[in-house]
């Protein structure tokens, strides 16, 4: 496990805000966590070389056990968009499948002890360098932007914009009175601005917490002796596999529900 501030003359308040401090550069708004974008970046490619390699070794033979890693993925994921989305849409299938295989990636970086990377960069010169992604807000909120700029985009284009603009004044409150629809308008409008808000922001808010959580439990650990890291880090980092495991798939189940109710008329 990690040294802790064994040898470094930080204290632990000091050693806990270098460890969840970006490498940054820029102010305010225009401010680029580097290490953020470095790490989202390689293991997308990771995730991409991986397949790329399965498609290309791909044969109807006996399977090797990359083909077989690929296909137990793609077979997973199109399960579960088979169960959740209810229209026709070719995107929806390897949108998932990504979303899962890189948010897991990002994860994954919670398992590498935590002062192993930030050690090696220091020899660069690099004094702040964070390795889990999903640890940034800003990079689970960019995802889930995304997701939600694909659920704008799809609302639209299957239900027009006459249809995407009746769900947000004639939705969830309905009447055949027209007086009392009218009048119904200015509250369906805010129900459905804050149904429409709250799916980015709970993808983004749900991935991000969860992850902070664990890298902070991490590095708390890191600050114990040898054998209380010991004792304590490899239980914890075995639950923690099946904490990444689970907020990568809830991440890629809500954005398949999510895109499905894009797909749908709420009338029918």
């Not at 470094?8 to 820029?26: F, K």
């Not at 603009?165 to 009447?175: Q, R």
């Not at 983004?204 to 209380?228: K, Q, T, V």
């Amino acid at each position: 496990m990690a040294t802790g501030t064994e040898g470094t003359g930080a204290s632990p308040t000091e050693y806990i805000v270098h460890h969840l401090t970006n490498l940054t550069s820029g102010e305010g708004f225009f401010t680029v966590h580097w290490d953020t974008m470095f790490f989202s970046l390689a293991l997308g490619l990771v995730f991409y070389m991986i397949f790329r390699r399965a498609a290309a070794a791909a044969t109807a033979g006996v399977p090797g056990n990359l083909q077989n890693f690929a296909e137990i993925m793609v077979e997973f994921v199109d399960t579960q968009v088979k169960d959740c989305f209810h229209g026709r849409n070719e995107l929806i299938a390897p949108l998932a499948l990504t979303i899962f295989c890189w948010v897991f990636l990002w994860n994954l970086m919670d398992l590498v002890p935590v002062d192993l990377l930030p050690m090696v960069a220091s020899w660069f010169g690099i004094h702040y360098l964070r390795v889990v992604p999903s640890t940034d807000l800003n990079s689970t909120l960019a995802l889930s932007l995304s997701v939600f700029g694909l659920i704008i985009f799809y609302s639209i284009k299957v239900k027009g914009p006459a249809g995407y603009a009746k769900e947000f004044l004639f939705h969830p409150f309905k009447t055949d009175n027209l007086l009392a629809q009218a009048l119904l308008v200015p509250v369906n409008l805010i129900l459905a601005f804050v149904e429409t808000i709250a799916k980015p922001i709970s993808l983004a808010l749900r991935l991000f917490g969860n992850l902070y959580a664990g890298e902070l439990i991490f590095i708390l650990i890191a600050l114990l002796p040898w054998w209380l890291q010991f004792t304590l880090g490899w239980p914890w980092a075995v639950f923690h596999i099946l904490v990444i495991t689970l907020q990568a798939f809830i991440f890629m189940v809500l954005t398949i529900v999510y895109l499905s109710m894009a797909h749908e008329d709420l009338d029918h």
